[in-house]
């Protein structure tokens, strides 16, 4: 584990004063590594498969993968979805609309009376992931669950989503889950920077806690 690629959401990228400094840095730092982190910010499992596409080449023989976070949110049915990676002028102008667009039906109960789904469903989801772990080939892939969130009725979603990462892990010899779900449901105090997002404390525990698995499990040492 010599060169790494992060590939995820805001949580891999980190936010405000732990912007580039989340746990694959901690990890690359500790191993003596490197990392190339390409957590993106709002992008779900979607996007994804072409983040790690533009990224991914024969250097790298560790790949972290985290998405969740996004994929679970509840969004009105009937908006339309405008990816967030490749980005360009006109999706920001047309993410703009759209969002104006899902407030007005959210004030006005539209949102309710049409129907809410998850912004990826969770049969796509899945999909999306057994793609990604697909292009990796025979790299090892750590997988961590997605964090709760301390708007607490977003959190049986992401253990929907967490569950369907389990079932995938358990299912190919070279991914490996990181569980953080429960760990992290004691300590919205003292490990989070806002509702959804870790702070240093917490990625600090995340990064020790997958040192600790890649030690148990040898996977430093595999090439």
Do not use: W
């Not at 983040?51 to 908006?79: E, K, M, P, R, V």
Request: hydrophobic share 35%; net charge negative; with cysteine.
């Amino acid at each position: 584990m010599n060169n790494m690629l992060a590939v995820g959401d805001c949580i891999m990228l980190g936010v405000e004063e732990c912007l580039d400094n989340s746990y694959p840095e901690k990890i690359a730092t500790a191993l003596g590594g490197k990392v190339k982190n390409c957590g993106t910010p709002m992008c779900t499992s979607r996007e994804g498969r072409t983040l790690l596409n533009d990224n991914l080449s024969d250097a790298y023989d560790c790949i972290f993968l985290q998405f969740g976070l996004a994929d679970a949110y509840f969004t009105f049915t009937y908006a339309p979805y405008v990816l967030y990676y490749p980005d360009n002028f006109f999706r920001k102008q047309v993410r703009s609309i759209v969002k104006k667009y899902k407030k007005i039906c959210r004030k006005s109960g539209l949102s309710k009376r049409l129907g809410e789904s998850q912004v990826v469903p969770q049969d796509e989801y899945r999909a999306n992931f057994l793609q990604m772990i697909e292009q990796c080939g025979e790299r090892t892939i750590i997988i961590p669950e997605t964090i709760p969130n301390q708007e607490t009725y977003r959190n049986e979603a992401l253990q929907r989503y967490n569950a369907e990462l389990k079932m995938i892990a358990d299912s190919k010899s070279n991914c490996h889950l990181i569980s953080l779900f429960d760990d992290f449901l004691p300590h919205f105090s003292d490990f989070y920077l806002d509702i959804g997002h870790p702070n240093a404390a917490g990625y600090q525990y995340i990064a020790e806690k997958m040192l600790n698995y890649i030690q148990d499990h040898q996977l430093a040492n595999q090439p």
